[in-house]
């Protein structure tokens, strides 16, 4: 039993020996000419550290710059794709180089210019504007007033202006102040669901106790007629030529809203193009004159 006891003894002795460390090899710091070797080597990673390059990231996009070579603000660089513009359909020869021009479509769509989302007759009515301003138009005043009322009906930004634009009247000589207004498409819209819930309803009724359809199918087939009498109810029973339009006060500022036509008949007289109304800023409170026709609204003279 000793022997035995001497033999495990002297086995375990053998394996911790094999595993213990040698002394001044394993535990032993690196001398400093083997720091200053390492530090020496080339591309010689850090640890908890990466490298920065000092140059700074490159776009995607080519960036046009200027005839002189320097770079060019946002408003510049559209005035010069309007000018562009202008001269090749007007004039019929190119002011830039082709290449020079796709760069500056491509440099302007990445920068989100509202330039490059205009339609040809919005860009028409800027060029004309720019001309016009620069003493060389290139549209007689009529072409030009029915290109602007084209774009207003439209509810085109390149027309509208919230900012207001002031004259002297010559009779009174008090300054009269003017903003443009623009259809509100959200309230207009509302002002069919009154109409559209009845007839969708007495549709389905009428098609499901004298056809036995299923209203599903009766919304889809019937579709034609609920739109007709909702157009027929909204326009000519519950209201009479309704339009209601967004308008900034020409004084104040305050944005409001301006309704032309009528309600159940209350008014009992024909819906009229020329709406008197008061500024809803009770600090302001300046009387307004809104026009239908001409998309405007102007303070009383």
Not at 120 to 132: G, L, N, P, Q, S
Not at 174 to 200: E, H, M, R
């Amino acid at each position: 039993m000793s022997k035995v006891l001497l033999g495990v003894l002297a086995a375990g002795a053998v394996a911790v020996d094999a595993f213990a460390p040698t002394v001044g090899t394993r535990f032993s710091m690196p001398s400093s000419a083997s720091l200053s070797r390492r530090s020496m080597r080339p591309n010689a990673p850090v640890l908890g550290l990466r490298a920065m390059s000092d140059e700074a990231p490159t776009s995607a996009v080519e960036e046009f710059v200027g005839p002189d070579g320097k770079k060019m603000s946002l408003l510049a660089k559209e005035k010069l794709y309007l000018d562009c513009c202008a001269s090749y359909n007007v004039e019929g020869k190119g002011k830039i180089s082709d290449d020079d021009f796709e760069t500056l479509k491509t440099d302007l769509t990445f920068e989100g210019s509202q330039v490059m989302l205009m339609t040809r007759d919005e860009v028409k009515f800027m060029v004309a504007t720019t001309r016009f301003n620069e003493g060389t138009p290139f549209m007689d005043d009529a072409e030009y007033d029915a290109l602007r009322k084209k774009l207003k009906a439209r509810g085109s930004y390149a027309v509208i202006h919230e900012a207001a634009s002031c004259r002297l009247d010559e009779e009174t000589g008090k300054a009269v102040c003017k903003t443009d207004i623009y259809a509100d498409d959200g309230k207009n819209a509302i002002l069919y669901t009154p109409a559209l819930v009845l007839s969708a309803l007495l549709f389905n009724e009428g098609a499901f106790w004298f056809k036995g359809w299923d209203p599903l199918l009766s919304l889809i087939l019937g579709s034609p007629f609920i739109a007709a009498a909702t157009y027929i109810l909204t326009n000519f029973i519950y209201f009479q030529s309704p339009f209601v339009v967004k308008a900034i006060c020409p004084e104040c500022s305050t944005p409001q809203n301006v309704y032309f036509g009528d309600i159940l008949w209350v008014t009992g007289e024909p819906v009229k193009d020329v709406v008197k109304t008061q500024c809803t800023n009770k600090a302001c409170a300046c009387e307004l004159t809104a026009d239908k026709t001409r998309m405007v609204v102007e303070s009383a003279k």
